[in-house]
């Protein structure tokens, strides 16, 4: 191995390490190895918040029975947002609009394990998105 192999190497551990202090175990390897991700096609629900930050968060829902069978989001925001995204869409599967309309940006962030401080507003950031998509999902509701 020559020295730039070694050092590149050392540089990925290196992020690796304060990646997973920052985030944890559950979030870091939900950070490696996203769950949930990507656009939903004719989802029933779609909910899409730009955060204060600036990134966006949108999240998809399939029901069935009036429960959340399928999830999915997408984001253009840092590794942070892509985890409570995921976690956002974990909460949500089997839950009913009304219990989606209870999911807050803590049950997400508990669900994460934790955060840096300064990226704990994205798991509001994923709870809003759901809101969102319950708002959209009973809006189509009473139109048919």
């Given amino acids: 191995m020559n020295q730039l192999d070694q050092f590149l190497d050392n540089l990925q551990e290196q992020i690796f390490?304060?990646?997973?202090?920052?985030?944890?175990?559950?979030?870091?390897?939900?950070?490696?190895?996203?769950r949930f991700a990507g656009k939903m096609e004719n989802p029933d629900a779609h909910g899409r918040v730009v955060g204060t930050c600036g990134d966006t968060m949108e999240i998809f829902f399939k029901f069935e029975n009036d429960q959340v069978k399928q999830g999915s989001?997408?984001?253009d925001?840092?590794?942070?947002?892509?985890?409570?995204?995921?976690f956002a869409v974990e909460?949500?599967?089997?839950?009913?609009?009304?219990?989606?309309?209870?999911?807050?940006g803590a049950d997400v962030l508990s669900l994460i394990g934790r955060l840096p401080e300064a990226d704990q507003h994205c798991a509001s950031l994923a709870a809003l998105t759901i809101q969102d998509?319950?708002?959209?999902?009973?809006?189509?509701?009473?139109?048919k």
């Fill in 77 to 86: 925001g840092c590794g942070s947002s892509s985890v409570s995204g995921s």
């Fill in 17 to 34: 390490d304060e990646a997973r202090e920052a985030m944890g175990e559950k979030g870091f390897d939900r950070w490696r190895n996203p």
């Fill in 73 to 75: 989001y997408t984001t």
């Fill in 91 to 104: 909460l949500s599967l089997g839950k009913s609009p009304d219990e989606l309309a209870d999911i807050t």
């Fill in 133 to 143: 998509a319950v708002t959209d999902y009973m809006n189509k509701s009473k139109t």
